[in-house]
């Protein structure tokens, strides 16, 4: 999976409460992107960031915050957990002038009841 | 409103046939478009990347085809294996270096 971990791999928890996924990378990539995968849908861009501190909405981003202090964690919240937001979640990363690809996680499985 | 749509979500074929995946959009003019792999509990990896001014472009038994007029990309694994059997994902270019991505099609090749 291209030096990119998830964590945690898989979490339940309840509708209100507060989530933080962590994505962490060793390829120190410039840009990394929060996606939702759910069936029918495909993968769905939530947010994405460009450079440390600098970060921007994808389509489906209500609900969801992120933060990048450094160049390799990449943190999506959820403010308060809604059962809509039970999804796989996929980390992804790229470095602009490298081929225009995109590495992705191995992805993390989160369930809201 | 931009769309990206994979001709189907289920594809059976035997060992040894080509399978063809139909990728089509539309209100998109795409500098490039990329055909990933996903198994079952694992993020997509990537395959191929074909850019507008390509017609073809091959990789070992992938051949992927670009039509920028019928808006459509062509994505054909050939003698396929039963390792082959996965879901195929296209994905188109946006601005600032962000990807669309089509629904997928799931491929399984019976042996």
């Known amino acids: 999976d291209a030096g990119i971990t998830q964590s945690p791999r898989h979490k339940v928890t309840e509708t209100g409460t507060p989530v933080t996924l962590r994505c962490h990378q060793t390829e120190n990539h410039r840009y990394m992107y929060w996606y939702r995968q759910d069936p029918g849908h495909g993968l769905r861009l939530i947010h994405y960031s460009y450079g440390v501190k600098d970060t921007d909405k994808g389509e489906v981003s209500d609900g969801y915050s992120v933060s990048r202090s450094k160049t390799e964690d990449f943190l999506l919240t959820l403010e308060s957990a809604t059962s809509s937001q039970t999804s796989v979640y996929f980390c992804a990363i790229s470095e602009p002038g490298r081929g225009d690809t995109q590495y992705f996680g191995p992805g993390t499985r989160l369930t809201v009841l | 409103s931009q769309k990206i749509e994979q001709n189907s979500e289920a594809l059976n074929i035997q060992e040894g046939k080509t399978a063809t995946l139909t990728c089509n959009y539309t209100n998109y003019s795409p500098a490039y478009l990329q055909w990933y792999r996903q198994d079952p509990g694992r993020g997509p990896v990537f395959l191929l990347l074909?850019?507008?001014?390509?017609k073809e472009k091959r990789k070992e038994r992938l051949k992927v085809t670009f039509d920028t007029t019928l808006k459509q990309s062509l994505f054909h694994i050939t003698a396929s294996q039963p390792a082959d059997s996965a879901t195929y994902l296209c994905?188109?270019?946006?601005?600032?270096?962000?990807?669309?991505f089509g629904a997928g099609t799931t491929v399984t090749v019976r042996a």
């Open positions: 994905a188109l270019d946006r601005d600032d270096y962000k990807l669309s």
């Open positions: 074909i850019r507008e001014n390509e």
